[in-house]
Antibody
Framework: QVQLVQSGAEVKKPGASVKVSCKAS????????ISWVRQAPGQGLEWMGW????????NYAQKLQGRVTMTTDTSTSTAYMELRSLRSDDTAVYYC??????????????WGKGTTVTVSS | QPVLTQPTSLSASPGASARLTCTLR?????????IFWYQQKPESPPRYLLS?????????GSGVPSRFSGSKDASSNAGILVISGLQSEDEADYYC?????????FGGGTKLTVL
């Protein structure tokens, strides 16, 4: 079955970096994009950006430009999201999601279970 | 003013219909956007429900019951999610989403209580 399996929870100090992985299975990895969405405790959804698994093209949320990097490893069907210079307000659950196109626009139809990232001194 | 505004909460009775709204900021033309809807239950990732652009261009998520439907209200510049025949399992947070200037924007979410 189609699934995205994310790496485990992380605890980081302010100023550090975190790299979350998202391993895809059950579909042709390079035929879809991967989007990253985060959710701070008790808050709504925040889109971080997306990457094409076909050609590696990326589009990041303006708010995170310069701090976030999304990559893929097509040999292992794995996507990665690295966030640098972590702050306490980066504490959140980070989700990866498969991006599927409908009428030229993408929607997130398969989601990972989420990775909790806690930033604390 | 946020790009997308959703009521914080909504309550409805089992068996009734719930109408969730997603209002686009003034100046953003509803007619140009496809509205996507997601459902999220506690401690779970979001689930894609459907998208709506027009009656001839809409998409239902895989396995999503037909009692979930989308529409638009041009008079209020809002996307609409209607859930008919409410069930207790429909109690969840609901988020709308659009692609705006090549970026995804989520609404703040509506907590639907079925009581």
């Amino acid at each position: 079955q189609v699934q995205l399996v994310q790496s485990g929870a992380e605890v980081k100090k302010p100023g550090a970096s975190v790299k979350v992985s998202c391993k895809a299975s059950g579909y042709t990895f390079t035929s879809y994009g991967i989007s990253w969405v985060r959710q701070a405790p008790g808050q709504g959804l925040e889109w971080m950006g997306w990457i094409s698994a076909y050609n590696g093209n990326t589009n990041y949320a303006q708010k995170l430009q310069g701090r976030v990097t999304m990559t893929t490893d097509t040999s292992t069907s794995t996507a990665y999201m690295e966030l640098r210079s972590l702050r306490s307000d980066d504490t959140a659950v980070y989700y990866c999601a498969r991006l599927t196109m409908v009428q030229g626009e993408g929607y997130m139809d398969v989601w990972g279970k989420g990775t909790t990232v806690t930033v604390s001194s | 003013q946020p790009v997308l505004t959703q009521p914080t909460s909504l309550s409805a009775s089992p068996g009734a219909s719930a109408r969730l709204t997603c209002t686009l900021r003034s100046g953003i033309n509803l007619g140009s956007y496809r509205i996507f809807w997601y459902q999220q239950k506690p401690e779970s990732p979001p689930r894609y429900l459907l998208s709506y652009y027009s009656d001839s261009s809409k998409h239902q998520g895989s396995g999503v019951p037909s009692r979930f439907s989308g529409s638009k209200d041009a008079s209020s510049n809002a996307g609409i999610l209607v859930i008919s025949g409410l069930q207790s399992e429909d109690e969840a947070d609901y988020y709308c989403m659009i692609w705006h200037s090549s970026a995804v924007v989520f609404g703040g979410g509506t907590k639907l209580t079925v009581l």
